[in-house]
């Protein structure tokens, strides 16, 4: 894979992935897509479903067809491969699901024909693309890395939404929890409980941070959705997702998280390669990067330390 670790340093993670994709060859493009269909399939399976449980039924309430209002309609910001919109599309036939990204979409399978795909930055664009009161269900997953202004995103998502509508946000510290989900302290290599995958994120966050102040905000992202006010949101509810890293036994883990957690050993096998600029951009040398995606490949085959990954869901109900 080419080097593109210069243009990395020279722009913000929004920018940086939209000229990376616009320079890398097809085939890549093809590369990194699958991952993103793995990604998806990695949340589904833990969640056993396409948002958090608890919302459900306000997304089941937002999304129902009324005679008299306008047809139910769905915007995912930072869509991915836009594979968790086309099984919303085939999930709620009658609604209009639409995907957003800084890339154009190439979605492994066909969209059904209620489901389309725009090219914009969620930073920037969202108050020019959508009218207020669109959407009765907004998601945004795994993106917020990338948003530097928080208030701004999360006041033109409450815009967008009609009254009762429902937003979920997902996103998650870069840090590994243990089975009793407390925080697992960072360790060097040689010390007891290192970890590859621990050491993947550690490097990740230093480059973020450096881009973007903002990514500490996602630690607080619900008070953010919540600090827009009482006379804004019938409610605001966090759920907590824990998927292991990598299969091993444990009493804390569901069927449906065990699952989740082989599909992240697989997503996170690949992710090396997908994000080498963004680690050559940290302290690691190239020599250091390599060692890291064997260390890692190796770790999640057999897991060393039981560890879990958090994502936090913080949904809330437009009043």
Not at 16 to 31: G, I, T, Y
Not at 261 to 276: H, Q, T, V, W
Request: charged fraction near 25%; glycine fraction near 6%.
């Amino acid at each position: 894979m080419r080097d593109f670790s210069e243009l990395w340093s020279q722009s913000p993670p929004l920018s940086f992935l939209s000229q990376f994709f616009e320079k890398v060859a097809n085939e890549v493009d093809a590369e990194e897509f699958s991952r993103l269909d793995l990604h998806h399939s990695m949340f589904t399976a833990a969640l056993d479903g396409l948002f958090p449980p608890p919302a459900t039924d306000a997304i089941h309430n937002a999304l129902r067809v009324r005679e008299g209002y306008a047809q139910p309609a769905v915007l995912d910001v930072g869509t991915g491969s836009g594979a968790w919109c086309i099984d919303m599309a085939k999930a709620f036939p009658d609604a209009a699901v639409i995907g957003m990204d800084l890339v154009p979409v190439k979605s492994s399978s066909v969209p059904p024909a209620s489901c389309r795909f725009d090219v914009g930055n969620a930073d920037t664009d969202l108050a020019k693309m959508y009218k207020a009161e669109s959407f009765n269900f907004i998601h945004a997953r795994s993106m917020m890395q990338g948003v530097k202004d928080f208030p701004s995103f999360i006041r033109n998502i409450q815009r967008m939404l009609r009254p009762g509508g429902v937003s979920v946000i997902m996103d998650g510290p870069l840090t590994t929890w243990d089975e009793d989900r407390q925080s697992i302290e960072y360790k060097e290599e040689g010390q007891p409980g290192f970890s590859w995958f621990r050491k993947t994120l550690y490097h990740m966050r230093e480059v973020l941070i450096t881009r973007n102040p903002n990514v500490e905000l996602i630690y607080s992202l619900p008070d953010c959705v919540r600090d827009m006010g009482d006379d804004i949101w019938e409610k605001v509810e966090t759920f907590y997702l824990f998927i292991p890293v990598g299969n091993f036994d444990s009493p804390t883990i569901s069927p449906s998280e065990r699952l989740g957690g082989k599909l992240l050993a697989e997503n996170f096998s690949r992710l090396p390669d997908s994000i080498r600029p963004m680690l050559l951009s940290s302290s690691l040398t190239p020599e250091g990067v390599d060692r890291l995606a064997a260390g890692l490949r190796a770790e999640l085959k057999e897991p060393k330390v039981k560890q879990f990954a958090q994502l936090i869901y913080t949904w809330a109900v437009k009043k």
